[in-house]
């Protein structure tokens, strides 16, 4: 629907309007000539409108009537955005604590920096004074004061030393992707029972419990989704973490849900992820609507993670009668659009397998239909691919998956992924967005061994002191205090286009945290291949285009982001683009 005359665009979206509109003239930019007024028409959309984004509020939702009409004017009468909108900038607030909210230890060591007092947890610091300093400087000082206070020893050891002269197995992550029910999970089970990471007598237990609600071929995928939820409704509601080794490499399998409504979570395992396995269901109909739902949106979201390396598993072959021609059209159909979507098909293999008898999973494929496939194994696939390079040398970061209560002497746990960076048992972390210190108490590696360190790629458990839970959750961001990272407010992106983008509010995702922001300006549109400037300051960005966009995020909190990064654009449940941090203000 084309922009509506009569209502001020500028009046809610808050930018330069020179910044975006330059190139276009007044008459260009006021549609065909009903610049005079607001038309019946819109007046009566308006209003059905209205009453219908009430509706769907509710009355926990207090929400004036020019506020619902801005959010309709800006979507085009888009009920369903418009609540999303709504929703997002009004959720109903928890009821505040009496106690006014206490000044974090980081902002407390900022504004001792900035006083340049002896003592590390002195008196809150006036919060203007502490802002400055907490984006970054002067912050060294203060935190070694804090580390004193602590009573958990450190080895000091030069951890990437130590990493290089001991022989740990190459690690790599990858994550699982695909439409629902294309066969994931019952894939990923599959591998574990065959490699014997679970053992027969709790897959027996699976099946018992599989049967009894009348589903047994969901007994594999359930090695997978493990939570009574899960289970019950058989989809996966969270990325699963699974661990399992080969002779050569430590694995993470990161399971990530098919449903459109978890694609924040999928996009959490992504950004953790050295490669994709892209899990196809074989059968014409399965597939088509696959290619029509996730199977290319999971790609494409994958992609602009900077994901490069890609097994497509060729699933329930076994339906297909391991047909040969039908595993020729998948491959056809999707090398096409990887194409589109800027993969090389040198990092792209093909491997048809059938999760649920274990054919082509871990041993070759014994039906004779199959005889004309004499490429690798699943397994093997998954062994020949390479993980990232990882940057042990850069300051840590690293991704909290899950928050947990341990045991009685590990009451506050959490695990992660370490992107960059190392970590040792007494290293003092911050925590972000909450800008709390932590201390590491212990660390586990993901087969339950204690360590004393932990490198860039793994993907710990560490036991944390002198932090209370309420400033840690899911996504939050642990860096070293002496190299935190900024907490920013407007940035600018290089982003793929997945769907229209023009000027308007979207949800923005740096793995599983989340802001609503508003892409103020459309810069220009970039050559995919080169990055050069194609057109500048274009009006909308079509799908499959690259630009440059400028994007201010809402409320005072900001997101941690560095130059580099990856975040994923939303809107009303749909991905509209990815992109690539390049500057910040
Ligand atoms: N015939 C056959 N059925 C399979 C195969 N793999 C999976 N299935 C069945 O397909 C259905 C869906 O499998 P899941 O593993 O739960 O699919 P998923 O992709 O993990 O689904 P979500 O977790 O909801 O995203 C189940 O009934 C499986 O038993 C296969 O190789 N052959």
């Known amino acids: 629907m084309p922009p509506k005359a009569g209502f001020s665009r500028a009046k809610n979206v808050g930018y330069d309007e020179d910044d975006i509109y330059d190139d276009y003239s007044e008459e260009e930019y006021a549609g065909d000539g009903e610049g005079e007024g607001t038309s019946e028409e819109d007046k009566e959309q308006m209003a059905a409108g209205v009453i219908k984004v009430r509706e769907a509020l509710g009355s926990e939702y207090k929400v004036k009537e020019a506020e619902i009409q801005d959010a309709l004017w800006n979507y085009y009468y888009d009920v369903g955005k418009s609540v999303t909108f709504l929703k997002n900038k009004y959720a109903p607030k928890a009821p505040t604590p009496a106690k006014p909210k206490a000044v974090s230890r980081f902002d407390q060591a900022a504004g001792a920096a900035d006083a340049k007092t002896p003592t590390s947890t002195g008196t809150p610091k006036a919060k203007a004074k502490t802002r400055g300093s907490a984006d970054g400087e002067k912050l060294a000082d203060s935190v070694e004061k804090l580390v004193v206070e602590t009573k958990v020893k450190s080895k000091s050891l030069n951890v990437v030393d130590e990493y290089r002269n001991c022989a740990l197995k190459r690690v790599s992550n990858f994550v699982v992707i ?14 574990l029972y065959d490699l014997k990471v679970v053992d027969e007598r709790s897959v027996d237990k699976l099946r018992q419990e599989a049967e009894t609600i009348g589903k047994s071929s969901f007994a594999l995928a359930w090695l997978m989704d493990q939570t009574p939820e899960e289970r019950s409704r058989g989809v996966t509601v969270d990325i699963a973490t699974v661990p399992f080794e080969t002779e050569q490499t430590s694995f993470t399998i990161l399971d990530a849900p098919g449903h459109r409504d978890f694609i924040p979570n999928m996009i959490a395992g992504v950004s953790q992820a050295d490669f994709a396995v892209l899990v196809v269901d074989a059968q014409e109909n399965s597939f088509q609507s696959g290619l029509k739902g996730q199977t290319k949106e999971h790609a494409l979201i994958v992609r602009s993670m900077g994901i490069q390396r890609l097994i497509v598993a060729v699933n329930k072959m076994d339906t297909v009668s391991w047909s040969k021609e039908r595993f020729d059209k ?66 840590l970061r690293l991704t909290i998956n899950d928050v947990f209560r341990g045991s ?28 709390e210190t932590a ?15 932990a490198v860039a790629g793994q993907i710990p458990t560490l036991h944390l002191v002198d932090i209370d839970a309420v400033h840690l959750r899911l996504g939050d961001l642990l860096c070293a205090p002496t190299a935190p990272v900024r907490l920013v407010k407007s940035f600018t ?93």
Not at 415 to 427: C, K, M, R
Not at 439 to 453: H, M, Q, R, V, Y
């Open 178 to 191: 695909g439409h629902v029910d294309h066969g994931k999970s019952t894939l990923m089970g599959r591998l």
């Open 330 to 395: 998948v491959r056809q159909a999707t090398t096409a659009f990887f194409e589109t979507a800027s993969f090389s098909l040198k990092n792209i293999t093909f491997i048809p397998c059938a999760g649920l008898t274990g054919d082509n999973v871990t041993k070759r494929v014994a039906d004779d239909n199959a005889d004309w496939y004499s490429g690798p194994t699943f397994l093997e696939a998954l062994e020949a691919s390479e993980p990232k390079a990882r940057a042990l040398e850069r300051p």
């Open 408 to 435: 009685g002497q590990n009451p506050l746990s959490i695990s992660g992924q370490i992107e960059a960076g190392t970590l040792q048992v007494g290293d003092v972390v911050l925590a972000l967005p909450s800008r």
């Open 439 to 453: 201390t590491i108490k212990a660390i586990e590696l993901p087969d339950g061994s204690p360590a004393d360190w």
């Open 493 to 585: 992106c290089k982003m793929l286009a997945f769907e229209h983008v023009m000027p308007q509010f979207v949800d923005v995702f740096r793995g599983k945290q989340q802001v609503t922001g508003l892409i103020t300006a459309l810069a220009s549109i970039l050559n995919k291949n080169t990055g050069e400037v194609t057109r500048r300051k274009p009006r909308i960005v079509k799908p499959g285009e690259v630009a440059r966009v400028r994007i201010e995020l809402e409320g005072s909190a900001g997101l941690p982001l560095e130059v580099g990064a990856r975040i994923v654009l939303r809107d009303g449940g749909r991905t509209v683009g990815a992109g690539l941090l390049e500057s910040y203000t």
